[in-house]
C-alpha cells in the first residue's frame, strides 16, 4: 500500500514554495506551470503587492497570484529522488479500488484535487487495474486519462524524460 504522502495537507507549511522566475511549479487542476514574472503592482487602488505571473502550456492559462498565496495555490515539484520512490510504490501497490462506482468517483476526483502525485498514481494504478478486469464508467476514463496526464507531466520534468518515456513507463506498472 501507498503510504500517506509527504505532500497531503498545507503545502504552504510543509513544503515552502521558493519563487524565481522560470522555476516550475503545479497546479492540482492545471498541472506544470512556469514561473513566468514576478512584479509588484497595485489593483484597484489598493497598495502594491508582490504577484507572480505564472503560464501553464497544458491550457495555455496565465494565473497572476499574490506571491503571498503562492504555497496555497502552488507547489514545488517533485524530487527525482521521490519521483523515483513514486515508481518504486506504485509497482509494489496492488491497485484495489472500491468496486462502488459513486463512491470510487468521489475519492479518485477528491484525491486529484488535492494536487498529490503519489494520490494520482494510486488513482492511475487502481483504474488501470480495473479496466483490465471489468471496463470503465465513463467518471472512470476521464479519471485514469486525468491522473496520467498530471501524473506523467510531472515525472517527466522530475526524471528529466519526455512526457512518452514516462506515459511508457507508467503504462508497463498500470498493466502490473
Known amino acids: 500500500m501507498i503510504p500517506r504522502s509527504i505532500f ?37 487602488g ?13 491550457h495555455n492559462l496565465t494565473l497572476t497570484v499574490l506571491e503571498k ?7 514545488a515539484l517533485i524530487s527525482s529522488k521521490d519521483a523515483k520512490r513514486l515508481l518504486d510504490e506504485m509497482k509494489q501497490w496492488d491497485g484495489r479500488v472500491s468496486k462502488q462506482w459513486k463512491a470510487r468517483a468521489n475519492a479518485h476526483q477528491a484525491a486529484i484535487d488535492r494536487g498529490d ?18 471496463g470503465l464508467r465513463a467518471q472512470d476514463k476521464a479519471h485514469l486519462a486525468q491522473s496520467l496526464d498530471l501524473l ?6 522530475s526524471l528529466r524524460k519526455t512526457p512518452e518515456q514516462t506515459r511508457r513507463m507508467l503504462a508497463k506498472i498500470g498493466a502490473a
Open 8 to 44: 497531503s495537507g498545507n503545502n504552504s507549511k510543509e513544503r515552502p514554495i521558493k519563487i524565481r522566475k522560470g522555476e516550475s511549479v503545479h497546479h492540482p487542476q492545471h498541472g506544470i506551470g512556469k514561473i513566468e514574472d514576478i512584479s509588484e503592482r497595485s489593483y484597484g
Open 46 to 58: 489598493r497598495a502594491a503587492a508582490t504577484y507572480a505571473e505564472l503560464f501553464f502550456k497544458r
Open 69 to 75: 498565496d503562492l504555497g496555497e495555490t502552488v507547489r
Open 117 to 134: 502525485p503519489f494520490e494520482y498514481a494510486k488513482v492511475y494504478k487502481g483504474l488501470s487495474r480495473l479496466e483490465t478486469q471489468e
Open 152 to 157: 506523467a507531466e510531472e515525472l517527466a520534468c
